[in-house]
């Protein structure tokens, strides 16, 4: 089992930063990948970027310069630090880790709003 608890949401002015934390706990050597996903009223999860054990990133075009996605290993933790917020980027944003333990499996933190308004 692995438990996430995530950190720093609120609302922020159109152009305003943020930073997402996402604390592991639990399982975590099982952890190969951990990221961010979103989900706005009325449409689907999708994802925002996400990180690899090794270091690896991938973003989704939209957020592609704006947001960056970096991991603390020594405290099992992931931020999403969120620069140049616009309208469309209020959500509620989701962490997730992807385990590997003969079979895959993903776990998901509560969830923390985003929401971007003047």
């Known amino acids: 089992q692995v438990q996430l608890v995530e950190s720093g949401g609120g609302l922020v002015q159109p152009g305003g930063s943020l930073r997402l934390s996402c604390a592991a706990s639990?399982?975590?050597?099982?952890?190969?990948?951990m990221g961010w996903y979103r989900q706005a009223p009325g449409k689907q999860r999708e994802l925002v970027a996400k990180?690899?054990?090794?270091?690896?990133?991938n973003y989704a075009d939209s957020v592609k310069g704006r947001f960056t996605i970096s991991r603390e290993n020594a405290k099992n933790t992931v931020y999403l630090q969120m620069n140049s917020l616009k309208g469309e980027d209020t959500a509620v944003y989701y962490c997730?880790?992807?385990?590997?333990?003969?079979?895959?499996?993903?776990?998901w933190g509560q969830g923390t709003q985003v929401t971007v308004a003047s």
């Open positions: 997730n880790a992807a385990t590997l333990v003969i079979v895959e499996y993903d776990y």
């Open positions: 990180i690899t054990n090794g270091g690896s990133t």
């Open positions: 639990g399982s975590i050597f099982s952890i190969y990948a």
